[in-house]
């Protein structure tokens, strides 16, 4: 246990001075801090000079909201509990391996970083994101899991900072699921991870971005803003009542596993989930809700 308390300590002074260096430091070009800043201002501008809904608010609905949540979300989560909490599991489960006489090292099939970059790179990106697709869908299907996952669906005006609009669960979910299969190929280095994040971050805020854009023949291999929105939307199919287009980066899976749907130009569809008008407007009933109310299938 004592070992335990002391990767928690570490990881919040750890973090803290990591927090603080990122914020006060202009000197290297992998700073999340001012990456995501530099990313969000550049998504917004684009919404302004072409905005797919023109009536729709530059400062719309929830927008103070949602930038609130993306920094929260980006940073301050991990400060109170995300990188103290992942250190931890990780070590139990390294102990948990150790008292059969295993460790994560012995099921790791190759390491990345032996392997030219560009490849080592492409392999990360894919099997990141289709664990997070797999991860998405489970957000949808499983009762508990969908009642966390309503915050982000809460979104009534789709604009960049959206994508960041998520509870803190979600996280937590999303790096368990992934954290084995990223250390069965292992050997990444921080500016790899970096650079992938960047770009997912990048394509993320685009796809919920105030645009009309589909990138032509590269929707079939890239989410975007006119496939997205009809993830968000309130009225869903009959065949796919759990969902429609569950790719966060990469929207091939869709295809691939015939989740994909846009009917149509989705501009003016209403969005969110049966239900939706007693859902909490304010963060920390939003952040409360799931621990308040019971999951349940939504019909």
Do not use: C
């Amino acid at each position: 246990m004592e070992k335990y308390l002391e990767i928690i300590k570490n990881a919040y002074t750890g973090y803290w001075n990591y927090l603080i260096k990122e914020i006060t430091s202009f000197s290297y070009w992998d700073n999340y801090f001012y990456g995501l800043i530099i990313i969000s201002l550049a998504v917004w501008i684009l919404e302004i000079l072409f905005p797919w809904r023109k009536n729709q608010a530059l400062f719309r609905k929830d927008f103070w909201l949602d930038t609130f949540y993306m920094f929260f979300n980006f940073f301050l989560l991990n400060l109170i509990v995300f990188i103290a909490l992942s250190n931890t599991v990780a070590e139990i489960f390294n102990d948990i391996l150790g008292l059969v006489g295993l460790s994560l090292s012995s099921f790791q099939l190759f390491e990345v970083n032996k392997l030219p970059k560009p490849l080592g790179l492409f392999i990360f990106f894919i099997v990141a994101d289709f664990v997070q697709w797999n991860t998405h869908r489970l957000l949808h299907r499983v009762p508990f899991l969908w009642n966390f996952h309503k915050v982000h669906h809460s979104v009534k005006e789709m604009g960049f900072a959206a994508h960041l609009r998520y509870h803190w669960m979600e996280p937590v979910v999303y790096k368990s699921i992934l954290y084995i299969p990223l250390a069965i190929i292992g050997g990444f280095e921080a500016q790899d991870v970096a650079l992938v994040h960047f770009f997912n971050i990048t394509i993320g805020h685009l796809n919920h971005a105030n645009l009309g854009w589909d990138y032509g023949k590269l929707k079939y291999i890239f989410n975007n803003p006119k496939m997205h929105i009809w993830h968000h939307a309130k009225k869903l199919p009959k065949h796919a009542r759990f969902g429609v287009n569950y790719g966060l980066t990469l929207s091939i899976w869709d295809y691939l596993f015939k989740t994909n749907y846009v009917p149509e130009d989705g501009r003016d569809i209403e969005l969110g989930f049966s239900g939706d008008e007693t859902f909490p407007k304010d963060f920390v009933n939003q952040e409360l809700y799931p621990l308040k109310f019971k999951p349940k299938n939504e019909d």
